[in-house]
Every structure is written in C-alpha cells, then in structure tokens.
C-alpha cells in the first residue's frame, strides 16, 4: 500500500483564493510526523509546514495551515490567498518513528494560480 | 555555502557509461539522503547516512548504484554501467540531526539523461 496519497495531479484557483490540496496516508505507527514540499519549476524543493503526530492543534505557517485530522489518517494543505508565486508541485511527506531514515513522499500535486 | 550544493546540474552520458553525482550539505548537518524523482513522479529514497553510522542503503535500486560520505562532507552517488531508465532527477537532502521532526533541505538537483 502506498504511504502517501495524493489524488490531485493538477489543481488550478484564482488569485487571492484558497485552496485545499488533499493527502492521504497510511501507518501503523503510532508516533510520526507529516511535512509539505514546494517544489517551483527551478527543482529546488522548500519545507512548507510540519505536523507531528502527537499535535494536538492544526500547524499554521503563515498562509500555509494543515487540515490534521487523524482519524482519518489525512494532512490536506490548505493555502490561503493564493498568490502567482504558489504556482508549483506539491508534495506531502511522512516519516515514521519506527522506519526512522525514509521520508515517504506522495505523487505531489501541480497547483497553477491563475490571475 | 547557505544551502545545498548540488553538480552538476544538468548530466548527458552514454548508456554503459559511469557517472558521479556531488553533493555538498549544509555545514553541521549529519543526515544526508540521496532521492531519485522520474519525470512526473514523487521522490524515491535512494540512501541515508546520518553520522559515521553505518548508511542505510535500502532503496539502492540496483548493484550498479552506490554512495559514499566521509564524515559530515561532501557525498558522491555513483551509478555505473547507466541505463536509460536511470533518467531522472537525483535530489540531494541534509537535515541536521535526521530525527523524526527534522525538516530536509534540498539541493536543486542533478538532471541525468542518459542516450
């Protein structure tokens, strides 16, 4: 079974909306943690936002916030005003306790924000 | 530097040739992982070394890949004898302690072509 599931190739909003992108995943693990990539079309890839398994509220980095909600085992990205800049991939991420070494990364998801 | 260094950027090689990919962390970080990512697709673990421990080689794809780290510096991923299926991205990563909620930093990549 796949860690990390991300069911939106592509996504397109209007400047100055929000928008969600989802993700999904799957352990056993009871102590873990959940990350957001940004990767622009320069390749290089940029830490969003972090939640820890064990948070017991939503992280929140500036207009990025993590819809966490656990028993449901998803960490939907949702971004806030979106601006011309977000356009990019976006990948979720998971690391488990136990694997320890590997971070699980989905398909990502390409966002284009249109004027 | 202030981030990961990645080189060469861009590599076009012959199948059967070897190639060498670079990468340089960030100075003080001891977690370094090598991914793979194939054109549209997420990241694949490739290797960790985190220290002088001994590096976790599990998502070596195959024998004619290999890397090597002396100390918290410079590490080199080789692959030998390439394949077309070796076209991809190669992303370097470094974290600082490689705990469960330590963030990764990236390189931009090496973009590997192989004819």
């Known amino acids: 079974a796949q860690k990390i599931t991300q069911t939106q190739p592509g996504m397109f909003v209007q400047e100055k909306e929000a928008v969600t992108l989802d993700c999904t995943y799957d352990?056993?693990?009871?102590?873990?943690?959940l990350f957001w990539y940004k990767q622009p079309s320069s390749g290089e890839m940029i830490f969003l936002i972090y939640?820890?398994?064990?948070?017991?509220q939503n992280a929140t980095e500036g207009r990025y916030s993590l819809n966490f909600q656990k028993a449901r085992k998803s960490a939907n990205l949702v971004i806030s005003a979106s601006q011309l800049g977000d356009s990019a991939m976006y990948f979720c991420?998971?690391?488990?306790?136990?694997?320890?070494?590997?971070?699980?990364f989905g398909t990502g998801t390409s966002l284009t924000v249109i004027p | 530097g202030a981030g990961v260094s990645q080189s060469p950027s861009n590599k076009v090689t012959e199948k059967g040739k070897d190639v060498e990919l670079r990468c340089d962390p960030i100075?003080?970080?001891?977690?370094l992982y090598w991914y793979r990512q194939r054109l549209g697709q997420g990241l694949e673990f490739l290797i960790y070394?985190?220290?002088?421990?001994?590096?976790?080689k599990s998502g070596l794809p195959s024998d004619r890949f290999s890397a090597e780290r002396t100390g918290e510096s410079v590490s080199t991923l080789t692959i030998q004898r390439t394949q077309q299926e070796d076209s991809a991205v190669y992303l370097c990563?470094?974290?600082?302690?490689?705990?469960?909620?330590?963030?990764?930093?990236f390189g931009s990549g090496t973009q590997l072509s192989v004819l």
């Open positions: 990563a470094s974290s600082r302690t490689g705990g469960k909620i330590e963030k990764l930093f």
């Open positions: 352990t056993s693990d009871p102590s873990y943690g």
């Open positions: 939640q820890g398994s064990y948070d017991q």
């Open positions: 991420a998971m690391r488990e306790r136990g694997t320890g070494n590997q971070f699980y």
């Open positions: 100075s003080g970080h001891t977690a």
């Open positions: 070394f985190q220290g002088n421990s001994a590096p976790d």
